[in-house]
């Protein structure tokens, strides 16, 4: 702990400012550090020599809501610098606030790799609506991208890009 932050090269100067912004406090052990404390080690150590390439799986998982925006800010500005992040996570709003493109790996294979945006268009919201009257079914199929029609019993079951939601609504109408 002491070599790594006790010189005055640039690597310690950066992890002294690091550790200032994602409130670490240096001087414990790290057996006797908080699983959030640990965590915030592990960042200033990845961030502090300026890496071309930073790999980060779960990196707020453990920190308070005050540290993971200190770290958004962080990330913003080291991909401003030029460097590529790579970062998993489970937690879409923090992927939605911090991704240009995003990977969805299910089952260990990669399913796709997308801008946000792309991605977003993509995904289907599923509609569900009931109808007191007679109402003729083939009317949905021309709504952009809806997919599985189905109508029975005067309820109707879709799929809908959230690109066509504002289409679906005025056509329910």
């Not at 005055?8 to 240096?26: G, N, V």
């Not at 970062?87 to 796709?112: F, N, Y």
């Not at 801008?115 to 199929?141: I, Y």
Request: glycine share 8%.
């Amino acid at each position: 702990p002491s070599a790594c932050f006790g010189s005055a090269s640039p690597a310690t100067r950066r992890a002294r400012e690091l550790a200032e912004r994602l409130y670490l406090d240096r001087h414990p052990q790290a057996r006797a550090l908080s699983r959030g404390n640990l965590q915030k080690r592990g960042l200033v150590q990845a961030l502090m020599s300026h890496p071309d390439l930073l790999v980060l799986d779960e990196p707020t998982n453990g920190l308070d809501p005050l540290v993971q925006h200190v770290f958004h800010r962080l990330v913003r500005e080291v991909t401003a610098r030029g460097t590529t992040v790579l970062l998993s996570s489970h937690v879409l709003s923090e992927v939605q606030r911090l991704a240009d493109r995003v990977g969805i790996i299910r089952q260990g294979q990669r399913v796709a790799v997308e801008r946000l945006d792309d991605l977003r268009a993509k995904s289907l919201h599923h509609v569900e609506a009931r109808f007191a009257g007679p109402v003729d079914p083939a009317v949905f199929g021309t709504v952009p991208g809806v997919r599985r029609v189905d109508f029975a019993g005067g309820v109707l079951r879709c799929a809908v890009p959230a690109t066509s939601l504002d289409a679906m609504v005025k056509t329910l109408g």
